[in-house]
């Protein structure tokens, strides 16, 4: 298999799949011109990752990957969960969903969380493959860092006792939930 299409738009995600899917070539929506939103009408991580593969895959007749992920919060039952992209609202802003997430944990000690992320590898004659990566950590109260994106700037990682917005995508790649699943997904296809 020399072609894989991401089931993505997101930028920032691309690049860690390519990176550590090198040297299959990944392709994401935009490069193969897809425009259609992709609905996510999943109630957990895998069935999302699902759906979004299974589209792409049936569609373009080319394996697809998709991931579903997101941040749990222990003191917030899970939240924000498959919603992480949305929390703040459909206007999917990075800034607001981070604003919402230390509003809601203001006062609160319990501040585990964990990153989990569920790729699944979906093939045009509907055999699929499913696999699940999580980093443990917890939320910072103050941001720190300017690198990665989506919550990293509050993440700490209890691994890597740093920031995720505090290190490079190499380091990340170390420990992340969406490396751990990325690793799987590459031991399988080889």
Do not use: W
């Amino acid at each position: 298999m020399d072609t894989i299409v991401l089931a993505t738009r997101n930028k920032g995600k691309l690049k860690e799949f390519k990176k550590i899917l090198d040297p299959i070539q990944i392709l994401d929506l935009e490069a193969i011109g897809d425009q259609e939103e992709i609905i996510e009408s999943g109630t957990t991580f895998y069935e999302n990752a699902k759906i979004k593969a299974k589209r792409i895959a049936k569609k373009y007749g080319i394996p697809a990957l998709a991931d579903d992920s997101g941040l749990e919060v222990d003191a917030l039952h899970g939240a924000p969960g498959i919603y992480s992209a949305r929390y703040a609202g459909v206007e999917q802003d990075e800034e607001a969903n981070n604003q919402l997430l230390i509003q809601n944990l203001k006062g609160i000690k319990n501040r585990k969380a964990r990153y989990i992320c569920v790729i699944c590898l979906y093939y045009p004659d509907d055999t699929f493959h499913i696999v699940e990566g999580i980093c443990e950590g917890e939320i910072l109260e103050t941001a720190r860092g300017n690198e990665g994106f989506g919550y990293d700037p509050y993440f700490y990682s209890t691994e890597l006792e740093k920031g995720f917005g505090e290190i490079s995508i190499e380091e990340k790649n170390k420990v992340s939930h969406r490396f751990k699943a990325i690793q799987k997904i590459k031991e399988y296809l080889l």
